[in-house]
């Protein structure tokens, strides 16, 4: 999304109480058992690379809970807005470097959502795919690993194309195709009325109906897809592809749309995970999204996009909102996630930071997504068009980003990076600087337990686990690695006291 106006699975989520012995004693050698998971669900341990997703949650290849809290970066060169037949640019993109890369750090995150676009790779229905784009693609992936983020490809559209909207399918892939005046240029300055448009509206129809138009563009755009996981199958810093950003339509036209994407993608990169959506208007709306009746298969995540009252209310509906108009979106989501038996990767959600009561917004949101274990990636990284949301401010007498300190205090967080165990509780206060998590330790996860603390907080003042003093050293990151716990099938508790910052 862009700044605009605008059963398995469940079984095992209700035995988090209930372990549940996944391995199995060496009968041969009883002095020697194999330790026994206390996993809340019988699924294998995972073979994704550098993620894979078990029993609800991402995990490393060590096993343990992983919860990814990250950011979007629109790029030039890669979010495709520009035309070659003359028409203006809907919109300027800003460049992104390995600067860049290294201050998503300083800000506390350690993904990048990167959002590309059809219309870049396939540009025309004969000339195959644009392996030139995909390098450029490689690079901005590269220069995140070099920086130790994790990157999340994102297959993006808003209004279904730059043609009509602002991004996403060639003009090849429009069906009807566009009339005479029906083509578009910059500056975008109507993205919501794009979005409303009988042109737009008719594309998505086709993409996500049943006619054969629609079955012929959903192949073409699933080869597309498997070639761009393909191609970045072995990187070690992509975890995987999201296969379409806000999709428009019902729960069984992106079954069918999924069920189609899903094997072809996993066959291409079998270690990366598959990420899709839900109906973004109407979970936006409602709250919630359907439940589904079966999963996909294994290696999968759920994305919703958190934007409660975001572009939506009135300034007094704003002014009087609280943290409970924002939890049912989020709790809500964890259930849905359960349904398709996926991990919960919230891979959008922002507020206006010049809105009404922003530093609330973000601390809520923050608190829910942390009280869920849902991982997520903030909207939006830098942008000098539209609402001129995101972490930076932009000069346009000087064509300067300056970081905004406000949000950078907003986001800075203590929370859950990587748990060796089952993670069930978590807070953190950051008015009086005070973070615990709980978790049941699974002494068949290799590696410590990290707690991520952004830069702004500073190092930790007291670390305890179950009560007992212990001292670790934060990396050049923040990110703090705890042994708590250690060899154990039981409950523990880290606390970590930080400086307040209000």
């Known amino acids: 999304m862009t700044t605009r106006?605008?059963?398995?699975?469940?079984?095992?989520?209700?035995?988090?109480?209930?372990?549940?012995?996944?391995?199995?004693?060496?009968?041969?050698?009883?002095?020697?058992?194999?330790?026994?998971?206390?996993?809340?669900?019988?699924?294998?341990?995972?073979?994704?690379?550098?993620?894979?997703?078990?029993?609800?949650?991402?995990?490393?290849?060590?096993?343990?809970?992983?919860?990814?809290?990250?950011?979007?970066?629109?790029?030039?060169?890669?979010?495709?807005?520009?035309?070659?037949?003359?028409?203006?640019?809907?919109?300027?993109?800003?460049a992104f470097t390995a600067e860049d890369a290294e201050q998503m750090r300083g800000f506390g995150f350690d993904s990048l959502r990167l959002p590309i676009n059809w219309s870049a790779i396939e540009p025309t229905e004969t000339g195959g795919f644009d392996e030139a784009y995909l390098d450029r693609v490689a690079r901005v992936v590269d220069d995140a690993a070099s920086?130790?983020?994790?990157?999340?490809?994102?297959?993006h559209q808003d209004a279904y194309s730059k043609e009509l909207g602002e991004d996403g399918a060639p003009l090849w892939a429009i069906v009807p195709a566009p009339k005479p005046g029906e083509l578009l240029e910059g500056p975008l300055t109507d993205l919501d009325a794009r979005r409303r448009s009988t042109p737009v509206l008719a594309a998505f129809n086709t993409f996500f109906g049943a006619s054969p138009?629609?079955?012929?563009?959903?192949?073409?755009?699933?080869?597309?897809?498997?070639?761009?996981?393909?191609?970045?199958?072995?990187?070690?810093a992509v975890v995987g592809l999201e296969i379409f950003n806000e999709p428009l339509g019902s729960l069984e036209a992106l079954r069918r749309f999924y069920e189609l994407a899903y094997p072809a993608v996993r066959a291409a990169a079998p270690t990366k995970i598959f990420v899709f959506e839900p109906d973004s208007l109407i979970r936006n709306n409602a709250d919630s999204w359907s439940l589904a009746d079966a999963p996909l298969g294994p290696m999968t995540a759920y994305a919703p996009h958190y934007y409660k009252l975001a572009f939506t209310g009135t300034p007094a509906v704003r002014q009087a909102m609280t943290k409970d108009k924002l939890r049912p979106q989020i709790e809500s989501a964890r259930d849905e996630a359960a349904s398709w038996g996926a991990a919960l990767f919230a891979t959008e959600w922002?507020?206006?930071?010049?809105?009404?009561?922003?530093?609330?917004?973000?601390?809520?949101?923050?608190?829910?997504?942390?009280?869920?274990?849902?991982?997520?990636?903030?909207?939006?990284?830098?942008?000098?068009?539209?609402?001129?949301?995101?972490?930076?401010?932009?000069?346009?007498?000087?064509?300067?980003?300056?970081?905004?300190?406000?949000?950078?205090?907003?986001?800075a967080r203590a929370r859950a990076r990587a748990v060796a165990g089952w993670p069930s509780a978590q807070s953190f206060d950051r008015a009086a600087g005070v973070y615990s998590l709980t978790f049941t330790?699974?002494?068949?996860?290799?590696?410590?337990?990290?707690?991520?603390?952004?830069?702004?907080?500073?190092?930790?003042?007291?670390?305890?686990?179950?009560?007992?003093?212990?001292?670790?050293?934060?990396?050049?990151?923040?990110?703090?690695a705890l042994s708590c716990g250690a060899g154990t099938s039981t409950t523990h508790t880290i606390t970590m006291k930080l400086a307040p910052l209000p």
């Open 350 to 411: 922002g507020y206006d930071p010049a809105g009404i009561r922003a530093a609330d917004y973000f601390t809520w949101q923050s608190e829910l997504h942390e009280q869920t274990f849902s991982s997520t990636a903030f909207w939006l990284w830098k942008e000098q068009s539209q609402g001129s949301w995101g972490c930076h401010d932009y000069d346009a007498t000087t064509g300067a980003f300056t970081p905004r300190d406000d949000v950078k205090r907003w986001l």
């Open 5 to 94: 106006g605008r059963a398995l699975a469940l079984a095992c989520l209700a035995a988090l109480s209930l372990p549940l012995a996944c391995g199995s004693d060496d009968e041969r050698a009883p002095s020697v058992a194999a330790p026994k998971t206390t996993a809340p669900c019988a699924e294998p341990p995972s073979s994704g690379a550098p993620l894979g997703v078990r029993c609800g949650h991402l995990v490393d290849e060590g096993g343990r809970v992983v919860v990814l809290r990250g950011v979007n970066a629109r790029v030039e060169g890669l979010f495709d807005v520009t035309f070659a037949d003359g028409r203006a640019p809907l919109e300027p993109i800003p």
């Open 147 to 155: 920086a130790g983020l994790l990157v999340l490809l994102d297959l």
């Open 441 to 480: 330790a699974d002494p068949t996860m290799k590696g410590p337990t990290v707690i991520a603390v952004a830069p702004a907080l500073g190092a930790p003042l007291e670390l305890t686990c179950d009560g007992a003093p212990v001292s670790a050293t934060p990396d050049a990151h923040g990110d703090v």
């Open 213 to 236: 138009d629609g079955a012929r563009l959903r192949e073409r755009f699933v080869a597309m897809a498997a070639h761009v996981a393909a191609r970045f199958a072995s990187h070690p």
